[in-house]
Antibody
């Protein structure tokens, strides 16, 4: 079955970077867009960006431009999201989510299990 | 930038009752790109409705979506215990960006 398995929880200091991985299985990796969404404690969902694993092209929310980089490794069917210059407000659960329809980026399902990133001095 | 505003923030209902959740866009949007998600505590969200009206695979028919332009609605015809959760709308915002509403919590009355 389709699965997205994310890397484990991270604790980082302010100013550091974090790189979260999302390993895909059960489908043609290059055929489906992948989004990243985060959720601060007790808050709603915040869209961060999208990557096309086929060509590696990306688009990011303006809020994260210059701080986030999304990449992929087609040999391992893994998507990466790196966030730099971390601050306490970046403490959140970070989700990867595959687009639901092949070649169509518009709806997200399934989702990874989430990765908690805690930023604290 | 398209902003999605969901109302009410919290809906207090009993099992068997009807739930009506609203999602209003800051400008007219295409219904083709409007989706609804359900999130239960400690879980990742799951897709309920896509294209404003269509149920995703395995979603019970008590869930329905409607609307156009700037106003969209998710209706749960008869609440079951597993439906008490937080619901988010999502829309394509243009220029290869997407956005979520702030969510509506459906809680036990």
């Amino acid at each position: 079955q389709v699965q997205l398995v994310q890397s484990g929880a991270e604790v980082k200091k302010p100013g550091a970077s974090v790189k979260v991985s999302c390993k895909a299985s059960g489908y043609t990796f290059t055929a489906y867009y992948v989004h990243w969404v985060r959720q601060a404690p007790g808050q709603g969902l915040e869209w961060m960006g999208i990557i096309n694993p086929g060509g590696g092209t990306t688009s990011y929310a303006q809020k994260f431009q210059g701080r986030v980089t999304m990449t992929r490794d087609t040999s391992t069917s893994t998507i990466y999201m790196e966030l730099k210059s971390l601050r306490s407000e970046d403490t959140a659960v970070y989700y990867c989510a595959r687009a639901w329809v092949e070649g169509d980026p518009n709806w997200l399902d399934p989702w990874g299990q989430g990765t908690l990133v805690t930023v604290s001095s | 930038e398209i902003v999605l505003t969901q109302s009410p923030g919290t809906l207090s209902l009993s099992p068997g009752e009807r739930a009506t959740l609203s999602c209003r866009a800051s400008q007219s949007v295409s219904s083709s790109y409007l989706g609804w998600y359900q999130q239960k505590p400690g879980q990742a969200p799951r897709l309920l409705i896509y294209g404003a009206f269509s149920r995703a695979t395995g979603i019970p028919d008590r869930f329905s979506g409607s609307g156009s332009g700037t106003d969209f609605t998710l209706t749960i015809s008869r609440l079951e215990s597993e439906d008490f959760a937080v619901y988010y709308c999502q829309q394509y915002g243009g220029s290869s960006t997407w956005t979520f509403g702030q969510g509506t919590k459906v809680e036990f009355k």
